[in-house]
């Protein structure tokens, strides 16, 4: 089976081969329906679809600089209000020219990423040497995730899509459940959008892109804020950094922690 | 979504227990305004992308170029605009592809319509608007609603603050309300039609706080499409 969506595909035309798919010569013929019953047949009281996150992740923080892009996100994945994993990598390396950072449901986030790796190993038994790109991926992602709110029954998943494309521009996209998607030189997750977004927004040099170094800056910052204000944040933290060069997941990383001003604020 | 689902049955329901719903849809904002000349068109859309106080990105144009005659203003539910107008592209190839020629203005129009209303029991949340040159070389606008239906105008606002920018358009592109002769009326040329289209946003990116950043401006002639980039409010 190519994948779990084309088996609802409608054929091209009248007994034609639905995306994906053979032609049938004999024509006429019922195609083998080969998806679980419970994912096409309604119940007597209709279907009822999860509705809810269980384990999530909070922020990713991506940043773009002008040789390549930083993808940052703690190790902190929670149950609740239950800070349940305390040490789960979130930045992920796709590819030597892909990065991923997964935020909110975690398992739809472990679900994805092996259909992801599926693919990757696809790609390189093609052994053409032609790599996927991460705007390749985040289109694929939106198709995926626009399709799945179209059925009512979404991946709760907001992903970070960072790398390179061809002659090494850089790319950093963010997809959400519905299939919205955009490119910025700064994009972020859970609290990271109100709490992140703000800060690099205002230290971006105008017409030029970030240092690798203004980029690494920023993100250390950035998770030190995150830490302290998000408590859904732990204090260790991945880095994944995409350049022509290729891609590598560091860390993880520690905040650096000072709670000596803790006792001048009332009510601490 | 069925009305055969739970909600049907309250003597099953648990005390307590949430019941999430998702929504499919989700307003990202920003605006579109279009306005036809005699062998022009123009069209402006803000580059705002946001849902509820978020700003997303402040740099996302909402024209899609569909040909060089036709520039499709689409706002609204983005993934919906995303996925609408990645089919027309779609439509758009295939139609060069079997009858070797680039659809036409009006034809667009018609398939516009077609796509957004096959999806009437499940719509594109989008607020369309669609300028080009017709087969006879004059400007026009086409509007839709988001099951689509489909109007030929001369002027059309839409989006966020499609109700703020529209009366203005009335009175000074339609002439409405106004006590003078036609030959006391301004002449609509290009400059005329950018100069209002930015006056509109301008004051939209006051009251509206899903408009601003910048707009984009599309003036489409006979020669092709010239862009232009005005920058607005950034709060």
Same mark, same amino acid.
């Given at each position: 089976?190519?994948?779990?969506? #084309?088996?609802?595909? !409608?054929?091209?035309?009248?007994?034609?081969? +639905?995306?994906?798919?053979?032609?049938?010569?004999?024509?006429?013929?019922?195609?083998?329906?080969?998806?679980?019953?419970?994912?096409?047949?309604?119940?007597?009281?209709?279907?009822?679809?999860?509705?809810?996150?269980?384990?999530?992740?909070? %922020?990713?923080?991506?940043?773009?600089?002008?040789?390549?892009?930083?993808?940052?996100?703690?190790?902190?994945?929670? @149950?609740? %209000?239950?800070?349940?994993? !305390? %040490?789960?990598?979130?930045?992920?390396?796709? #590819?030597?020219?892909?990065?991923?950072?997964?935020?909110?449901?975690?398992?739809?986030? !472990?679900?994805?990423?092996?259909?992801?790796?599926?693919?990757?190993?696809?790609?390189?038994?093609?052994?053409?040497?032609?790599?996927?790109?991460?705007?390749?991926?985040?289109?694929?992602?939106?198709?995926?995730?626009?399709?799945?709110?179209?059925?009512?029954?979404?991946?709760?998943?907001?992903?970070?899509?960072?790398?390179?494309? +061809?002659?090494?521009?850089?790319?950093?996209?963010?997809?959400?459940?519905?299939?919205?998607?955009?490119?910025?030189?700064?994009?972020?997750?859970?609290?990271?959008?109100?709490?992140?977004?703000?800060?690099?927004?205002?230290?971006?040099?105008?017409?030029?892109?970030?240092?690798?170094?203004?980029? %690494?800056?920023?993100?250390?910052?950035?998770?030190?804020?995150? @830490?302290?204000?998000?408590?859904?944040?732990?204090?260790?933290?991945?880095?994944?950094?995409?350049?022509?060069?290729?891609?590598?997941?560091?860390?993880?990383?520690?905040?650096?922690?000072?709670?000596?001003?803790?006792?001048?604020?009332?009510? @601490? | 979504?069925?009305?055969?689902?739970?909600?049907? *049955?309250?003597? $099953?329901?648990?005390?307590?227990?949430?019941?999430? /719903? *998702?929504?499919?849809?989700?307003?990202?904002?920003?605006?579109?305004?279009?306005?036809?000349?005699?062998?022009?068109?123009?069209?402006?859309?803000?580059?705002?992308?946001?849902?509820? $106080?978020?700003?997303?990105?402040? /740099?996302?144009?909402?024209? *899609?170029?569909?040909?060089?005659?036709?520039?499709?203003?689409?706002?609204?539910?983005?993934?919906?605009?995303?996925?609408?107008?990645?089919?027309?592209?779609?439509?758009?190839?295939?139609?060069?592809?079997?009858?070797?020629?680039?659809?036409?203005?009006?034809?667009?129009?018609?398939?516009?319509?077609?796509?957004?209303?096959?999806?009437?029991? =499940?719509? $594109?949340?989008?607020?369309?608007?669609?300028?080009?040159?017709?087969?006879?070389?004059?400007?026009?606008?086409?509007?839709?609603?988001?099951?689509?239906?489909?109007?030929?105008? =001369?002027?059309?606002?839409?989006?966020?603050?499609?109700?703020?920018?529209?009366?203005?358009? /009335?009175?000074?592109?339609?002439?409405?309300?106004?006590?003078?002769?036609?030959?006391?009326?301004?002449?609509?040329?290009?400059?005329?039609?950018?100069?209002?289209?930015? /006056?509109? *946003?301008?004051?939209?990116?006051?009251?509206?706080?899903?408009?601003?950043?910048?707009?984009?401006?599309?003036?489409?002639?006979?020669?092709?499409?010239?862009?232009?980039?005005?920058?607005?409010?950034?709060?």
């Amino acid at each position: 089976m190519l994948n779990n969506y #084309n088996g609802l595909a !409608q054929p091209f035309w009248q007994n034609g081969p +639905a995306p994906g798919q053979f032609y049938h010569f004999t024509g006429g013929q019922q195609q083998i329906q080969n998806l679980p019953r419970e994912l096409t047949t309604a119940g007597p009281y209709g279907t009822q679809r999860n509705t809810a996150r269980i384990t999530t992740g909070s %922020s990713v923080l991506g940043i773009r600089f002008d040789g390549g892009v930083m993808i940052a996100a703690d190790t902190m994945v929670s @149950y609740g %209000s239950l800070s349940r994993y !305390q %040490s789960i990598d979130r930045v992920f390396k796709i #590819n030597e020219k892909i990065l991923l950072g997964g935020g909110d449901d975690f398992a739809d986030i !472990q679900s994805i990423k092996r259909t992801i790796d599926q693919k990757m190993i696809a790609d390189q038994c093609r052994a053409d040497e032609i790599e996927m790109k991460p705007t390749e991926l985040a289109m694929w992602l939106t198709r995926v995730l626009y399709n799945r709110r179209t059925r009512m029954n979404p991946l709760f998943i907001d992903v970070v899509v960072g790398g390179v494309n +061809a002659e090494g521009k850089p790319f950093l996209g963010n997809v959400d459940l519905r299939g919205r998607f955009y490119e910025d030189f700064v994009v972020a997750t859970g609290f990271a959008r109100h709490l992140a977004i703000p800060l690099v927004r205002e230290s971006k040099p105008a017409g030029r892109e970030f240092t690798a170094e203004e980029a %690494s800056n920023l993100i250390r910052k950035c998770m030190e804020v995150l @830490y302290y204000r998000d408590t859904r944040n732990t204090s260790k933290y991945t880095v994944g950094v995409c350049t022509p060069s290729g891609s590598v997941v560091e860390g993880p990383y520690k905040v650096d922690e000072n709670w000596s001003f803790a006792s001048t604020i009332k009510g @601490y | 979504m069925s009305n055969l689902g739970f909600q049907q *049955f309250p003597e $099953y329901q648990v005390p307590g227990v949430q019941q999430a /719903d *998702f929504s499919p849809y989700e307003s990202n904002g920003g605006s579109i305004v279009a306005i036809a000349g005699d062998d022009f068109v123009v069209i402006a859309a803000d580059t705002r992308l946001s849902s509820g $106080y978020n700003i997303h990105s402040r /740099d996302q144009s909402k024209l *899609f170029k569909l040909s060089d005659q036709t520039v499709l203003g689409s706002t609204g539910c983005w993934a919906d605009t995303l996925s609408l107008t990645g089919l027309l592209k779609v439509r758009m190839q295939g139609y060069e592809h079997t009858h070797l020629r680039t659809m036409a203005t009006d034809a667009v129009a018609q398939m516009l319509s077609i796509t957004m209303y096959n999806r009437r029991f =499940f719509p $594109y949340y989008v607020s369309n608007i669609l300028a080009g040159i017709d087969k006879d070389g004059k400007g026009v606008v086409y509007s839709y609603d988001p099951i689509g239906h489909c109007e030929r105008a =001369f002027y059309r606002a839409g989006g966020t603050a499609g109700t703020l920018l529209q009366p203005v358009l /009335d009175n000074q592109i339609g002439h409405k309300n106004i006590n003078l002769s036609s030959s006391e009326l301004p002449k609509l040329t290009i400059e005329r039609a950018v100069a209002i289209a930015s /006056d509109t *946003f301008i004051s939209a990116a006051e009251r509206d706080i899903y408009t601003g950043d910048s707009v984009l401006i599309n003036i489409i002639t006979k020669d092709g499409i010239e862009e232009k980039k005005l920058q607005l409010r950034l709060d």
